[in-house]
């Protein structure tokens, strides 16, 4: 991710909440970002993509702004969020703990630094309990001083895999015990995480969580950074990956995409390589793939397109995509 003369300290949030039925109460949730509470317009923010999944019941929101400004946005959405979303009445086949469930923060060029980073998420994490009494969070990656526990771990300690996790339970890292409707939210934050979903042709849950298995990171001949759930989706069985930016360089095959952070280098598995495995995986059980979807960009993606909105001044980027050509 090369620098340039505009945003050069931009950073991504993809924030993750736990609602997608109701289009137009995630699409007011995203412009809580882009506006404050008098319709003004917040200078240098856009939001880049909305993606919605009825089936999860979860929707992905990515923000992306300078790391100086990117907390005010991102704790309006998160306000709106709160007001709008009830997690004693959420329905959904994706695993998720709280109303506003994740806020990860991406540096998107070398100008931020992991400190940067993290200082933003531990002040958003703060300013989200005391903006909306009775939120809390977990702290995960370099958010998460001095251990800096990745985000799969610290979901495994706070019970976010489980069906019915029980809040009580839970010792937040900010904020009170956990309680419905807010739950508990995610706040962190590391190297872009890409999220690619590839669907086979089976509704043998069997079958997808050992395609997942042996895909997962912790599994020996695993693909690295790579997390991986198995859920029901529209008929058929997703492959779901959360692909992590990792300090690893392939030594052979396709070309993995690279990019730097604080002078170290970092590359993420390529989608079309998570969607051959898949395919080789879930053929050795006679079982087809359906498709690949990526959710929002890869880190390269996210910078061209975050200069190209914020340059032009599209606040509202995601509906103009389909109009525009780069």
Known sequence: MASSSFGSRLVACLL?????????????????????KEGVR????????????????????????????????????????????????????????????????????????VEDCAKEARAVARGLTERVRGTSAFLFGWAD??????????RKEVGWFEKTPDLRLIRPDVGPRPRKPFGLTGVGASPYVTNCNVTIDTRDMAVGRGVAAALRESTPGGLPGVQVLA???????????????????????????????DGQPYCHVPASLITRRVAELAGREGVGVKGTALVGFTPRECRGLA???????IAEFWKERGRIRM
């Not at 001083?145 to 610290?154: D, I």
């Not at 069985?237 to 396709?254: H, L, Y």
């Open 16 to 36: 993750n909440v736990s609602e997608a039925r109701r289009k137009d109460l995630v699409e007011s949730v995203a412009k809580a970002a882009l506006y404050d």
């Open 307 to 313: 200069e190209f909105a914020l340059s032009r001044g």
């Open 42 to 113: 917040r200078e240098g923010t856009a939001v880049l993509n909305i993606f919605n999944d009825r089936d999860y019941n979860r929707s992905v929101i990515t923000i992306v702004a300078s790391v100086d400004s990117i907390g005010e946005a991102v704790l309006s959405a998160c306000e709106k969020a709160c007001v709008l979303i009830d997690m004693g009445a959420h329905k959904g086949v994706h695993p998720c703990m709280g109303a506003v469930d994740l806020i990860p923060i991406y540096p998107l060029g070398e100008e931020v630094g």
């Open 145 to 154: 001083s001095p251990r800096r526990r990745g985000l799969a771990q610290r």
């Open 231 to 261: 859920l029901p989706h529209q008929g058929a069985v997703e492959i779901a990956c959360n692909v992590e930016s990792v300090r690893w360089s392939p030594t052979a095959g396709e070309p993995w995409p690279r990019f730097s952070i």
